[in-house]
T-cell receptor
């Protein structure tokens, strides 16, 4: 059974810092991996999606990488801003099903 | 833009009541999902539907049932609400295909349910 973990559980950084969030998964038979942002009390918003055949995706200040063989993905946020404060979740879609398995999330606080 | 709409944002129900949570998507997605989200436990899949009238149990189906009579609508039913079902409930949808359209899962804003 696929399991997804995220480290750290929470992170607090001063504004302007570059930071890395980590996601690990146990079964490398994935179709894709997706990073989401969740603001308090709200639903999830998709940030980046990486297909299993890709190594990375970029959107603005965000860069996500994927190493399928080692079961790892990282989300890099450059020049962090207070508006980046949220919980970030990763999810994998398995190769053999329609479901998405989510990690528990990393709660990020960017201090002004 | 894809829109997944959950009809109720905040509900307070009494123990033993029957509760309906409704979800509608406007993108003709085959797949629809119900998750619950609790602090420290992350998102857990309750039920999943891949077509009208079709459903599959997720990780925590006990105490819940679902209904999908139309493609765009997926309902979560708590037959007899209990206090341990107090949670945030998230509905989502996606295409079933393996092409680009099948890649992303879209979420509603969530429904906060409190059972007293």
């Amino acid at each position: 059974k696929q399991e997804v973990t995220q480290i750290p559980a929470a992170l607090s950084v001063p504004e302007g810092e570059n930071l890395v969030l980590n996601c690990s998964f146990t079964d490398s038979a994935i179709y894709n991996l997706q990073w989401f942002r969740q603001d308090p009390g709200k639903g999830l918003t998709s940030l980046l999606l990486i297909q299993s055949s890709q190594r990375e995706q970029t959107s603005g200040r965000l860069n996500a990488s994927l190493d399928k063989s080692s079961g790892r993905s990282t989300l890099y946020i450059a020049a962090s801003q207070p508006g980046d404060s949220a919980t970030y979740l990763c999810a994998v879609r398995t190769s053999y099903g329609q479901n998405f398995v989510f990690g528990p999330g990393t709660r990020l606080s960017v201090l002004p | 833009d894809v829109k997944v709409t959950q009809s109720s944002r905040y509900l307070v129900k009494r123990t033993g009541e029957k509760v309906f949570l409704e979800c509608v998507q406007d993108m003709d997605h085959e797949n629809m999902f119900w998750y619950r989200q609790d602090p420290g436990l992350g998102l857990r899949l309750i039920y999943f539907s891949y077509d009208v009238k079709m459903k599959e149990k997720g990780d925590i189906p006990e105490g819940y049932s679902v209904s999908r009579e139309k493609k765009e609508r997926f309902s979560l039913i708590l037959e007899s609400a209990s206090t341990n079902q107090t949670s945030m409930y998230l509905c989502a949808s996606s295409f079933s295909g393996r092409g680009a359209a099948g890649n992303t899962i879209y979420f509603g804003e969530g429904s906060w349910l409190t059972v007293v």
